[in-house]
């Protein structure tokens, strides 16, 4: 069970939008449609921000939004703003009652 | 509003075994999945394993000749037992509650974390 791939960094100015891809086998992310991803801040615990590949907990701006091609999951964060700067996490349903999380991005606003 | 606290001793020798419990407030322990997840310093989450009210569980295959979880519904808590521990157990440790459904791979709500440190 090998942690889903992220790339270590995204970057884009304010307004912008930015895409995380998550990336993992037809095992985990291809076989199930239980993708979700979190938001974390420095210090803080992680925070729900996308389920089930696309719906958005209560809460949490439409900015947000989640997509799955294949083996790999994407974050898009549309119109960056600044307390969007954090790291991101994707997790996967991986069978077997498992579950798998990403390596992590950063995302930064120039 | 529900709310996760975990407790336990911040600091363990290696080859002891680590000891943390989640309290449950705002809501009942029941009839979710509850799971222990990990962070080492500058590092990712690592799921480590879930534990439903009834007391059924799974662990991360990694881990799960190491890891030992319980419940304790009439105190709304559950707990961790990780044993064998070295340098490289050293993380943040996070409880956080799942669906109702096990495959539905999220968790909606997260305890503050509390950092174990591995070291004699």
Not at chain 1, 3 to 11: D, H, I, M
Not at chain 1, 76 to 83: D, K, P, R, V
Not at chain 2, 6 to 18: D, R
Not at chain 2, 23 to 30: D, L, Y
């Given at each position: 069970q090998s942690?889903?791939?992220?790339?270590?960094?995204?970057?884009g100015s304010p307004g912008q939008s930015v895409t995380i891809s998550c990336t993992g086998t037809s095992s985990?992310?291809?076989?199930?449609?239980?993708?979700?991803w979190y938001q974390?801040?420095?210090?803080?615990?992680?925070?729900?921000?996308?389920?089930d590949v696309s719906k958005r907990p209560s809460g949490v701006p439409d900015r947000f939004s989640g997509s799955k091609s294949g083996n790999t999951a994407s974050l898009?964060?549309?119109?960056?703003?600044?307390?969007d700067e954090a790291d991101y996490y994707c997790c996967s349903y991986a069978g077997s009652y498992t579950y798998v999380f990403g390596t992590g991005t950063k995302v930064t606003v120039l | 509003q529900v709310q996760l606290q975990?407790?336990?001793?911040?600091?363990?020798?290696?080859?002891?075994?680590?000891s943390l419990t989640c309290?449950?407030?705002?809501?009942?322990?029941?009839n979710f999945y509850w799971s222990w997840i990990r962070q080492p310093p500058g590092k990712g989450l690592e799921w480590i394993g879930y534990i439903y009210?009834?007391?059924?569980t799974n662990y991360n295959p990694s881990l799960k000749s190491?890891?030992?979880?319980?419940?304790?519904?009439?105190?709304?808590?559950?707990?961790?037992?990780?044993s064998s521990l070295t340098a490289a157990d050293t993380a943040v440790y996070y409880c956080a509650r799942g669906d109702q459904r096990l495959e539905r791979a999220f968790f909606d709500y997260w305890g503050q974390g509390t950092l174990v440190t591995v070291s004699s």
């Open positions: 942690a889903l791939t992220q790339p270590r960094s995204v970057s985990d992310v291809g076989a199930y449609n239980y993708v979700s974390q801040h420095p210090g803080k615990a992680p925070k729900l921000m996308i389920y898009t964060i549309s119109g960056l703003q600044a307390e | 975990e407790s336990g001793p911040g600091l363990v020798k290696p080859s002891e075994t680590l309290t449950v407030s705002g809501g009942s322990i029941s009210y009834s007391g059924s190491r890891v030992t979880t319980s419940v304790d519904t009439s105190k709304n808590q559950f707990s961790l037992k990780l």
